[in-house]
């Protein structure tokens, strides 16, 4: 069973991958055996990144690359392919946020969100299909949400990306699955990250956050994710273990979606 759970030798470039879910995705992966390439957009959080990988004893591969730039994502994928070698599994992660109320949100931000949160993955993944059709296999993992599934108040741009990075996911499959390559999706629950932060912001008063004490009361297992949470998961899905499991999201959030919430 263990062999099938390995990754060595492959390649696994995470996107985003400076800190939060990311890191953690790409610290699983590289724990299972892989060769880690990531990217992040400012040279601080590439040092402080590469680091946190080295303290972990991971000889990570660090790019400064906006996934929404295609040239700049080609030539990142070029120089992966030439150093590590080719690419087997992506993990589309890096993503942003805007909670704006949707009458407010200008065009443009609404745009910036959709760019990083849908088109990039669909940048990414087109950069390193042509080399796993070649070779006959891959693995493709894009970081959907909650939001691939429910709407909530103020994040309209992130649940319209997220929804339709869940579609990209199965389009991917239906369209690849005959070259032997699978993409799939990780759905996280309420995740502690820079990016949940402001959610988790105690009150003035010292008391919890009024959203912080809802996403614990609407989750099964009353507590927030962290991004070791995602760990199994991903690496389930970027190895031999998940070849036949395509076009899934495989949503880990502690029981959110299953759960009405706590009863009055
Ligand atoms: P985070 O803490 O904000 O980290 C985001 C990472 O993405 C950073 O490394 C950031 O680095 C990078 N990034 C952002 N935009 C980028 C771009 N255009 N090009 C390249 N890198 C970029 O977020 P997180 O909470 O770990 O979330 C990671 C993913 O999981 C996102 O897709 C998010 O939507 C999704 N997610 C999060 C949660 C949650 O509860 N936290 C739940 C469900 C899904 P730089 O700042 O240096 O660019
Ligand atoms: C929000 C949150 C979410 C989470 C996550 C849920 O404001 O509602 O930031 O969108 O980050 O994506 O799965």
Request: proline residues 5%; negative net charge.
């Amino acid at each position: 069973m263990d062999g099938l759970f390995r990754l060595d030798g492959r390649v696994a470039l995470v996107t985003g991958a400076a800190y939060g879910i990311g890191f953690a995705i790409a610290e699983a992966l590289a724990e299972a055996g892989a060769k880690i390439a990531f990217n992040c957009r400012s040279q601080a959080h590439l040092d402080a990144a590469l680091a946190d990988y080295k303290k972990l004893g991971i000889d990570a591969r660090g790019y400064i690359c906006d996934v929404t730039d295609e040239e700049a994502a080609a030539a990142m994928v070029a120089d992966i392919e030439k150093t590590l070698g080719k690419i087997d599994i992506l993990v589309n992660n890096a993503g942003i946020i805007k909670r704006i109320p949707m009458h407010e949100m200008a065009a443009e931000e609404f745009r910036q969100v959709v760019d990083i949160d849908l088109v990039a993955p669909y940048i990414m993944a087109k950069a390193v299909l042509p080399s796993m059709m070649e070779r006959g296999r891959g693995k493709i993992i894009n970081v959907c949400s909650m939001m691939s599934e429910l709407g909530r108040e103020t994040v309209s741009a992130y649940a319209s990306a997220k929804g339709g990075l869940k579609m990209l996911t199965r389009n991917i499959a239906s369209e690849y699955g005959k070259y032997g390559i699978q993409c799939n999706g990780i759905g996280p629950g309420y995740i502690a990250t820079p990016q949940t932060a402001p959610l988790r912001e105690p009150q003035p008063d010292g008391s919890r956050h009024p959203f912080d004490a809802f996403i614990v009361a609407k989750t099964p297992a009353e507590r927030w994710g962290t991004p070791d949470d995602l760990k199994g998961p991903a690496v389930f899905l970027a190895s031999d273990a998940s070849d036949f499991v395509n076009g899934h999201i495989l949503y880990v959030d502690g029981g959110i979606l299953a759960y009405i919430g706590k009863q009055p």
